[in-house]
């Protein structure tokens, strides 16, 4: 089972660069690492997902180090609508088996004006 | 269309009520989920359909039953509740094939309130 492990809380300003860093020490070969948002009552909202090194898409990047066992999440120039909780998930679905699927405990993300 | 509905958004029970909450997705996804999500915590695996079978059950109590009448529906069955059992219910779903894409559509869930 991939425990995962993040930050509780950040702070940022609007317009800066955002890094939030998630540890899975015992991730599993066929893991990957998906990032969600979150707003208060609503359902999570897919951010973006990679499996090793680095993945770009037009709303973040996703950095993962060779030996996988953290990924870092970056939200270039954060605004206030980025104010959420951010989750990072480790496992495997890709058969729909959902292999051990395991949310991080969310960092709470916080832009300031 | 890139959206999973559930029904209701909210819902109050009696400890010795049945009740059943509905989701539906017609993105021709074959896996659907069903989470819990307790505030400020974040999402728990239920369940797991794949091709209208279950394929996880994450030792979940009894007195929730999960139901997969066809590829596009999912239903929670609901009886005998706890107020413990009061949380935010999330259904979500993906698209199931091996080596497809991974990433869960997630509905904006039902507020479960048991009294």
């Known amino acids: 089972l991939a425990k995962t492990t993040q930050p509780i809380s950040m702070d940022s300003y609007e317009g800066q660069e955002v890094n939030i860093t998630c540890s899975h020490n015992?991730?599993?070969?066929?893991?990957?690492i998906t990032w969600y948002q979150q707003f208060p009552s609503q359902g999570p909202r897919f951010i973006i997902q990679?499996?090793?090194t680095k993945v770009t898409n037009e709303v973040a990047s996703l950095f993962i180090p060779a030996d996988r066992k953290s990924s870092t999440l970056s939200l270039p120039r954060v605004s206030l609508s980025d104010t959420a909780v951010y989750y990072c998930?480790?496992?495997?679905?890709?058969?729909?088996?959902?292999?051990?699927?395991?949310f991080g405990s969310g960092t709470q993300l916080t832009v300031l004006p | 269309d890139t959206e999973v509905t559930q029904t209701p958004k909210h819902l109050v029970m009696g400890m010795t009520n049945k009740k059943s909450l509905k989701c539906e997705q017609h993105?021709?996804?074959?896996?659907m989920y069903w989470y819990k999500q307790k505030a400020k915590k974040p999402p728990e695996l239920m369940f797991v359909?794949?091709?209208?079978?279950?394929?996880i059950n994450e030792s979940v109590p009894s007195r929730f039953s999960p139901e997969c009448p066809n590829s596009s529906l999912l239903n929670l069955h609901l009886h005998a509740l706890q107020p413990e059992d009061s949380a935010l219910y999330l259904c979500?779903?993906?698209?199931?094939?091996?080596?497809?894409?991974?990433?869960?559509?997630f509905g904006p869930g039902t507020r479960l309130t048991v009294t």
């Open positions: 979500a779903s993906s698209q199931g094939d091996r080596g497809g894409p991974r990433e869960q559509y």
């Open positions: 015992n991730i599993a070969t066929n893991d990957y």
């Open positions: 990679g499996y090793k």
């Open positions: 998930l480790v496992g495997d679905i890709s058969s729909g088996s959902a292999r051990q699927l395991t």
């Open positions: 993105m021709g996804h074959r896996a």
């Open positions: 359909y794949s091709y209208e079978k279950l394929s």
